[in-house]
């Protein structure tokens, strides 16, 4: 028997998204064979494709060819020797990093994060990725307090909204930054919505915030708007960036931004975030918060903002809509056992 996945063999647009079919084989020794039922079409996925990314795969670049998507969520259908961590049958989530975009996954068992099954398969996607850098940065990094002032760059998209649900509901005074089409998301978690194409979000801070602010989260790392925005920290402020640099030159400059903001007695700190930690030595705490996470999901205290569902094998349709800048929230694939259920 066969399945569908897609390959990536030269960098580009999503024209590059060939569908292939593989033979299924039993899992190896440790190994669990997913079905997947829904996977994240995310920011990443675009620039590994396009041989930009700086930190999916090495820093050197995604090898090709290669799978893109960063997380899924799926049906553990078989699993091989001395496999203890699940069962057949066990809903679960996995944080790929590349992979995701397949019909049936082999993965690790002991890296698979337990999903409770009750859960739409779309709403959960987001949760593995978007919802827990939003979650981490902001509880883990930034650690919030109900009442502080707190700027999001970057908060119409996959991030930006669950850091919107997620600061609404810690109790935070939202500013937030984002193309004015996009304004109502924003105003919908009550944050002050700024358009950084017609306004100066510093000069808007400055006058609403004359002691400054407690926190800023930034999904956009650009060396200027992080200078700007450190610039509206009161003392003791913390700012945590979880963005992708533009380039190697960039990230080498935030690095340096990084260090002086250390050593300059100045109260204020800058953070930077990245998932790679789960996978170096940090998986309890990750497996915590996606239980937290999970919880809040079931218990609709936080729901994803899904702009559009499609098809697990119209990866190349969400790739393009993802990449046309018009989304607000999550693009998810979903398999046609998740469309049923
Ligand atoms: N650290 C990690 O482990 C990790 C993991 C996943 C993703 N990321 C990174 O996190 C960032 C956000 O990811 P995402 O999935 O949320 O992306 P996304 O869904 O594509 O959203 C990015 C948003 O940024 C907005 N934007 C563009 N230029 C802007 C500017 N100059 N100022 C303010 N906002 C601007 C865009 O909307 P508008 O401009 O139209 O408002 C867009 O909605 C990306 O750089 C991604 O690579 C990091």
Known sequence: MNYKTFLVSRYGGPE???????????????????????ATVSRPDVSVRRGEALYSGTLLGQKLPFTPGYAVIGEVEAVGEKVRHVAVGARVGVLTVVGGYTEVLYWRADRLIPVPATLDPAEAAPIILNYIVAYQTMHRVAKVRAGETALIIGASGGIGTALLQLGALAGLKLYAIASQHKHAILTAYSATPIDYRTQDFVSVIRA???????????????????QEALSLLRRGGRMVSFGEPASRGELLRILGLALRTKVTPNGKSLSLYGTSTYFLFDQKSYLEDWATLFQWLEAGKIKPVIAARFPLLEAAQANALLESGAVIGNVVLVAPEAARQ
């Open 16 to 38: 590059e998204l060939q569908l292939v079919e593989r033979h299924l084989r039993a899992p190896a020794q440790g190994e669990a064979r997913i079905r997947v039922l829904a």
């Open 208 to 226: 609403a915030e004359p002691d400054g602010l407690d926190v800023v989260l930034d999904g956009m790392m650009r060396l200027k708007t992080m």
